[in-house]
């Protein structure tokens, strides 16, 4: 803090950084620092009244209650935005909040204009929309008391290359072309109907229309699309009203430098160029509009852009949503058929979001947004809250900070409004960048040797004067006064970056940038760098660290806090698969792949995020087919086939029972283009339910079977035993013969003998004992 040398300075420093204006503050005739935490300048002497330490306050204005109902009020007392004014006073780096609210009303008039390109690839589809006037008044009344109708056409601008231009195509370009060979000539843009509540004139006006023909395949629908935006009293835009254009094509558009290829050079001016018949008269003079031109007219106008094309191009247009703030895309037939449902269900997806914006943003501040929807959990971050219903009310809490001081006496304004809406806040910011003590200044003050003016209690010297009252002039340089220019003892005086001149040090230009502090010791150019960018271009350096801005952070401030970007299409942070890390999502979900992680064929619940699409895209069931946001989330390509095949290894199997018993099965694959596809069997698998006679019979017929199987083997295991003990039976009984045969105990006591027999014993017995 020793760094600053004014109270100005010191407040630049840092938010809780404090200035003593005491003039008896610290040692006599030194150079006491007066930039320091509050509490320690208390600590040192300084008393409470003498310390400056602004903060920055907020104070609102103008605060008119948010209406609920459109109908219910003259249409220009509604109110969707609280509060409408606001008041800032900001001190450098110290933040100040405020709460938004945002609440569409029920019942707010719509302007809805219908944009057609009307090429040659276009004919089927205008015959499909021969009665959408009646239809769509129909349905909107329902949603609307008060709606209103418009109608214009497009093709290109009547230029080579872009269109036929030799003699013989003037009148009708499909001249000598066998398919079609009667159509108008070409044009840029045709304002036919002015917005009305009679919707047959709608009618009658489609009827009347004939498709024309340019050359290339681009259409000139981006000029059409500003005219229509810019034309605000031909076109009848209302001021208290949303504004709806529907872009109907099947081709991509023609972008800004296109038309240098046909000679026009001028770049769009961003002006209404509709001549007395109501057409683009400048389209053959200035080059097609940008994004940027293209975005900035239609949110200056408020409106809401809804690209209706064809599912080739779908992506295309999908990118260029993210770069036209309050455009949405949906898929449109071929021949137009879905246009009715589109616009409705475009319509329902616009009145269930709210997004802000920022105009007239000054640069010198930074703003942080977090949002808190329905769920009640404030998001860090996110400007936008889905998924809303008519009447909900929804809050933001808005930082802001100022990054530097301008000039004295500046006043900047800026003005937050929800994209489409009407209701804006306006915010008036002023800046404390002075301290209230520089109210007593004093001039060539005796204080300061009247050489210096006195200031929040330090003198500011007349040049060729230094020290602490100017007390001292330049070459009156002391030997003995080195010692107190040196930061630390051993340490170069002034840090060998300036000179010691009566106890002061006087620091050197540089130049790199600025060099100050008490000892020379900072420099606003030593700090860290990004892509050769001091602080990333995201913050301020200050003494070798760097002050991010809000909203950034790191050493470098290369890292953003914002969030927006990590929001995945159904509202959850980077899917609920990974993590945001510097305004990037970082998935970690083994698998997952996307800007948001929004892809993950591998992942355990792809198959059941996929099934709720596969329900309400192909059979209007599901979770995602009441609250209408099934054309919002669900914007996979689906091919239905009659037989599904599995042996794509790329691609993952799913399966889910539905809820009449039949099994769904469907694929789910990332093409290389990024694109999701499911492919899907047209209609569930349910088989043919068993006869009840049957069922009963096979029931039966197991039983007896498994009953006669089990006797079966009860009678084998009973035969093999009996076998067995028969053979151990005969085996005992066999042996029992042979010992009755053989063992003397079975014998009779008796032996009955011959004379012979006894004579021959004897006799053997006789010999014996001769011999």
């Known amino acids: ?85 606001v008041s800032l006073s900001l001190r450098p780096g110290d933040q100040a909040s405020f709460e938004v609210q945002v609440r569409p009303v029920e019942d707010y008039p719509v302007d809805l204009y219908y944009l057609m390109d009307l090429s040659l690839s276009m004919n089927d589809d205008l015959d499909n929309i021969r009665n959408l006037g009646t239809k769509l008044a129909d349905k909107m009344r329902q949603l609307t008391s008060n709606f209103r109708l418009g109608f214009g056409s497009f093709v290109d601008k009547n230029v080579s290359p872009f269109s036929y231009t030799a003699p013989k195509y003037q009148d009708n370009p499909c001249n000598g072309y066998k398919l079609f060979p009667k159509c108008v000539p070409t044009f840029g843009f045709r304002h036919l109907l002015s917005l009305t509540d009679k919707v047959d004139r709608f009618n009658e006006e489609v009827l009347k229309q004939m498709v024309s023909r340019n050359r290339d395949a681009p259409e000139g629908g981006f000029d059409a699309i500003l005219q229509a935006a810019v034309c605000k009293e031909r076109i009848g835009w209302r001021k208290e009203a ?107 997806n616009i009145r269930s979001k709210v997004e802000l914006s920022v105009w007239n943003h000054p640069e010198d501040l930074s703003l942080a947004f977090t949002a808190t929807c329905t769920d009640g959990r404030p998001q860090p971050g996110l400007r936008k809250c889905a998924d809303l219903k008519i009447g909900d009310t929804v809050t933001f809490n808005v930082s802001v900070e100022a990054r530097t001081c301008p000039a004295p006496g500046t006043r900047h304004s800026f003005t937050i409004k929800p994209v489409g809406f009407k209701d804006r806040l306006e915010v008036a910011v002023d800046y404390q960048c002075d301290c209230s003590c520089t109210r007593f200044t004093q001039a060539n003050s005796s204080r300061c040797s009247t050489v210096g003016t006195y200031s929040c209690g330090t003198c500011r010297c007349e040049p060729g004067y230094l020290g602490a009252v100017c007390e001292c002039q330049e070459g009156e340089a002391g030997g003995g006064q080195q010692n107190e220019c040196r930061e630390a003892e051993g340490k170069q005086a002034c840090s060998g970056r300036g000179e010691c001149i009566c106890s002061q040090c006087l620091c050197y230009e540089s130049e790199f940038g600025k060099i100050y502090g008490r000892f020379c010791e900072c420099d606003d150019f030593s700090c860290a760098r990004h892509k050769g960018i001091l602080c990333s271009g995201h913050g301020e350096c200050h003494c070798g660290e760097c002050k991010c801005h809000a909203g950034y952070v790191g050493d470098n401030c290369n890292c953003s806090t914002e969030t927006a970007s990590c929001i995945s299409d159904d509202g959850q942070m980077c899917s609920g698969r990974g993590n945001c890390v510097c305004g990037q999502c970082q998935c970690t979900e083994p698998g997952a792949f996307g800007d948001t992680c929004e892809k993950c064929p591998t992942c355990p619940d792809a198959c059941s995020t996929k099934r709720e699409c596969i329900e309400c895209r192909l059979f209007n069931s599901g979770r995602l087919a009441d609250n209408q946001t099934c054309q919002r989330l669900c914007k996979d390509e689906i091919i239905t086939v009659d037989t599904l095949k599995t042996d794509d290894h790329n691609a993952v199997l799913c399966l889910y029972k539905t809820e009449n018993d039949c099994v769904m099965k469907f694929t789910y694959s990332e093409h290389a283009s990024g694109q999701s596809v499911l492919t899907a069997l047209k ?77 021959n014993m004897h006799g053997k017995s006789y010999n014996g004992v001769l011999h």
């Not at 295309?316 to 949503?321: G, P």
């Not at 067995?724 to 105990?745: D, G, T, V």
């Open 1 to 85: 803090f020793g760094s600053a040398t004014s109270c100005a300075e010191c407040l630049l420093i840092h938010p809780s950084c404090a200035w003593c204006a005491q003039e008896e503050f610290g040692a006599a005739r030194t150079l006491t620092s007066r930039c320091d935490l509050k509490q320690n300048l208390q600590k040192r002497g300084c008393e409470a009244q003498f310390v400056e330490s602004p903060r920055s306050t907020t104070s609102v204005q103008k605060s008119k209650p948010l209406s609920s109902k459109g109908s219910e009020q003259t249409q220009y007392d509604v109110v969707q935005i609280h509060p409408q004014m």
């Open 242 to 348: 949303y504004h709806l254009l529907v872009f109907a094509t099947d081709d991509v558009p023609h972008l800004a430098l296109d038309g240098k290829l046909g000679g026009l050079v001028q770049p769009h001016d961003g002006q209404c160029h509709l001549n007395g018949k109501n057409e683009y008269s400048a389209s053959d003079q200035m080059d097609y509009p940008s994004l940027a031109l293209l975005g900035e007219k239609l949110a200056e106008n408020n409106i809401f852009l809804i690209f209706a094309v064809t599912k080739r191009h779908y992506v295309l247009y999908k990118n260029l949503t993210l770069l036209i703030p309050g455009t949405t895309v949906e898929i449109l037939d071929q021949d137009s058929k879905n246009v009715f449902q589109l616009i409705i269900n475009a319509y329902s």
């Open 683 to 759: 209609e569930p698998d349910c088989g043919s339910a068993p006869d009840a006679l049957t069922v009963l019979l096979a029931v039966v017929g197991s039983i007896l079977l498994v009953g006669i199987v089990l006797l079966a083997i009860w009678k084998l295991v009973i035969t093999i035993h009996d076998r067995r003990e028969f053979a151990r039976f005969q085996s005992a009984r066999s042996r029992a013969r042979y010992e009755m045969a053989s063992n003397p105990l079975y014998k009779q006591p008796i032996s009955h003998h011959t004379m012979e027999t006894v004579f």
